[in-house]
């Protein structure tokens, strides 16, 4: 452990009795911890995006423009793994959580610390694993995020490879979860009543229930594959009494849960951003954690909607359809409970609000749709259409990616104790807002008119939405190169943000920026309820 | 922070949960399969031997005892009792895995593993029995060699006074992975070696 005159310097000191490196990638701060994630994931996703542009820029006109067809199903493939295990689903957990969540609970760390580390290197092995198997053996996987049976068996890609890297990240993704689980009952200080955490410390926990309850299931059908490509065992394989339609089974039931193991976060940093910029309380605030609560839960009932027209029963259909409307409830309770917060509330529309509010209204907008995929009779119109893809980005970018980024410019002064430029922040927040819903918008447009996914080449009819599309993801791009630029100068050389930037109430605003190495000094005591701001001055409001 | 056993052990259950995740998916396919080839998994069953399950079910209880034993021995402060209950629970492994191996190496030898022609020639149901079959106590056999790892581990651990009647939380905790490989077996030998028509 650390000299206790260390104990009051903020985490990001050098700590001289270990090389730079070294108190990095062998830190187990969860504040370091979250940073090394936070520099991970930025990248992966840098990469992802790269493979979506490449891909936008294949579409701008019929027929094979770079590449073909099977560099086509390579990169959605890769950008698909990347976007979903690399980036997606750890990021707001795996970054913020680890950043955050010990401070706004009140705790020094999270209940495991080694533990929390070997999460990160497990990550790393596994994105590394990953990232070999594109440059070896037969070449990129060409399956799709989804390693449908019976290609992902019987492809000469190099499946078996990527496969198993994705068996990695999903133990990674367990050993958080449990991490999170445990921190959230055994450190929150006995003086703090359950009904007092903050909003985002309640969407963790149970987004880290979701993790750990569902992740095994992935585990061993990914499992199953690779004994499928090696050995020939042959569970999900006709010719030998198997059921293609049982790995889509058990695929979905990880992989609609998972869905809300992207979005619960980031319905949790929504909720933390609100009332701060309302100067409210979170309007029902019980409502809001009762919903995360039945999401985590009837998320879990509803997975075979995806599989509508894969030759499941009539009554699964019906039956998959109704909980699938259900689910829809919790989550328009969220929309309503952040709309009625912002209502009367003395607003301030700095860039986190901003972002949230982009959230919100994408979000919303990708879970109409949903209705419209969870719906048997449209479905069958739109399935495997460019709907379904629009309908994906809006719900998991427009909403969990968006979330990720309203974290990013709440939470990193906090971290780094310095501020971003707001103009140039919310001048990339609507380059990415326009951008985004022309990238997206006329591929629900094409969906309906007929225009299958996943394929490099189109009928001339589709040309004119196909440009605007591809238009659309270079304004989002340079949107998201803006803001990284904007977020990384201002953490760098902006001006000091001070502890309290936003006049928060919960605790992480009441230690220093960036935080001290241990948190807080002794058992911090809750004075008052999260979202309860009475003589905490917001610094915007002069 | 390190000193709250109730937390390492609520860490432990979570870590269970997974474990029984995992399996679920497993028994989910059985559970669909079983009830598509009724007939073909009862005579498929009757390829294994009842007796070698059955001798295997007695070692793994036997060997859960030990462990309970051994947790005991810790609590009352003789930690050479531990050290011998564990011994005999790494044993019992070992057995549980050498009656395995003989039970595999003669599946093997008549031809019945996956993806071997006479397996193939069989009727599907008996395809996926098989297939099942070897997956399913394939994998919980790699949880009983972690699990005898871990506990060998524990008992050097009990052996040079690391762990000992202050703190043995560590060994519960092994306790807790051993009876879940325990218990999974327990719904293993039912399912595939006492299937009734």
């Known amino acids: 452990m650390t000299m206790e005159s260390n104990h009051h310097l903020n985490f990001l000191a050098p700590q001289p009795d270990r090389s730079w490196l070294g108190s990095w990638i062998f830190s187990t701060d969860h504040k370091r911890i979250g940073i090394l994630y936070l520099v991970a994931i930025s990248t992966f996703f840098l990469v992802g995006l790269c493979l979506g542009l490449l891909m936008r820029l294949e579409l701008i006109a019929p027929g094979g423009i770079i590449m073909g067809p099977q560099t086509y199903n ?3 493939t890769v950008h698909g793994v990347i976007m979903i295990f690399l980036v997606v689903i750890p990021s707001i ?7 955050i969540l010990p401070i706004q ?11 929390n580390l070997l999460s990160w290197w497990l990550y790393m092995f596994g994105a590394g694993v990953a990232v070999i198997s594109l440059f070896t053996g037969g070449g990129p996987p060409d399956t799709g995020w989804t390693f449908y049976v019976p290609f992902s068996t019987m492809t000469k890609s190099n499946t078996t490879l990527s496969v198993f890297g994705v068996f990695i990240l999903g133990f990674s993704g367990i050993l958080t979860g449990l991490n999170f689980i445990t921190t959230v009952h055994r450190l929150k200080p006995s003086t703090t009543p359950w009904m007092k955490l903050p909003l985002f410390t309640w969407s963790l926990y149970f987004t880290a229930w979701i993790q750990v309850l569902v992740t095994p299931i992935l585990a061993i059908t990914l499992l199953l594959i690779i004994l499928e490509r090696v050995i020939g065992l042959g569970l999900f394989d006709p010719t030998k009494g198997g059921d293609p339609l049982l790995y889509q089974h058990l695929f979905w039931i990880y ?19 609100v009332p701060v910029f309302a100067r409210k309380p979170a309007f029902g605030y019980r409502a809001i954690v009762f919903s995360g609560f039945v999401i985590a839960t009837a998320g879990s009932m509803v997975w075979a909607h995806h599989m509508f027209v894969a030759g499941i029963s009539d009554t699964a259909v019906m039956v998959f359809s109704f909980l699938t409307f ?23 529309l700095g860039p986190p609000l901003l972002y949230a509010l982009a959230f919100i209204f994408l979000f919303s907008l990708g879970g109409l749709q949903g209705l419209i995929l969870g719906s048997a009779g449209t479905d069958m119109h739109v399935h495997d259409t460019y709907f379904v893809v629009g309908h994906f980005h809006y719900v998991v970018f427009g909403g969990a990616i968006f979330g990720f980024f309203a974290a990013l410019h709440y939470w990193l002064p906090k971290m780094f104790g310095r501020l971003y430029n707001y103009e140039w922040a919310t001048a990339a927040l609507f380059l990415k807002f326009i951008g985004f819903n022309l990238l997206y918008f006329t591929m629900l447009i094409m969906g309906v008119q007929g225009m299958p996914r996943r394929y490099y080449d189109y009928l001339p009819e589709f040309q004119n939405l196909q440009v605007i599309s591809t238009v659309g993801s270079w304004i989002l791009a340079a ?5 990284v630029i904007n977020l990384f100068y201002g953490m760098r050389y902006g001006e000091k943000a001070g502890d309290n930037p936003w006049g928060g109430a919960t605790l992480e605003w009441t230690v220093s920026s960036p935080p001290p190495a241990e948190n807080f000094e002794g058992e911090p005591v809750l004075t008052r309820s999260p979202y309860d701001f009475k003589d905490i001055k917001a610094p915007h409001a002069e | 922070m390190q000193n709250d056993s109730v937390g390492s052990r609520l860490g432990m259950w979570l870590f269970l949960f997974t474990e029984l995740m995992l399996f679920g998916g497993l028994f989910l396919l059985y559970a669909v399969y079983s009830n598509r080839y009724p007939a073909e998994f009862s005579r498929a069953s009757k390829e294994l031997s009842t007796i070698m399950g059955s001798l295997n079910t007695v070692v793994l209880l036997t060997s859960s005892l ?3 034993l051994a947790v005991a021995g810790i609590r009352n402060n003789k930690p050479r009792h531990t050290v011998a209950f564990l011994l005999a629970t790494i044993a019992c492994a070992g057995i549980f895995l050498g009656v395995k191996s003989v039970e595999w190496s003669e599946k093997y030898h008549h031809g019945l593993f996956p993806n071997t022609p006479t397996l193939l020639a069989k009727p599907k149901g008996e395809i996926v029995f098989f297939n099942l079959y070897f997956t399913i106590t394939g994998l919980h056999a790699i949880h009983i060699i972690i699990g005898a790892i871990v506990l060998g581990i524990i008992t050097w651990s009990v052996y040079s006074g690391k762990t000992s009647s202050n703190d043995y939380v560590s060994l519960e905790n092994s306790g807790l992975y051993w ?14 070696y006492l299937v009734v028509p």
Do not use: C, Q
């Open chain 1, 74 to 76: 390579a990169l959605f």
């Open chain 1, 93 to 99: 957990p795996a970054v913020f959580g680890n950043m």
């Open chain 1, 105 to 115: 609970l009140g705790a020094k760390d999270v209940f495991f610390p080694r533990l």
């Open chain 1, 255 to 273: 992989s609609h849960p998972a869905v809300y193991i992207m979005i619960l976060p980031a319905m949790g940093v929504i909720s933390e951003i």
């Open chain 1, 326 to 348: 259900v689910v829809a409830i919790p989550s328009a309770i969220k929309v309503f409970n952040w709309t009625a917060t912002l209502y009367k509330g003395s607003i301030y």
């Open chain 1, 479 to 483: 949107g998201i190169i803006m803001m």
């Open chain 2, 66 to 68: 030990f462990v309970v």
């Open chain 2, 179 to 192: 009876h879940l490989v325990d218990l999974i077996w327990i719904y293993i030998f039912p399912l595939f």
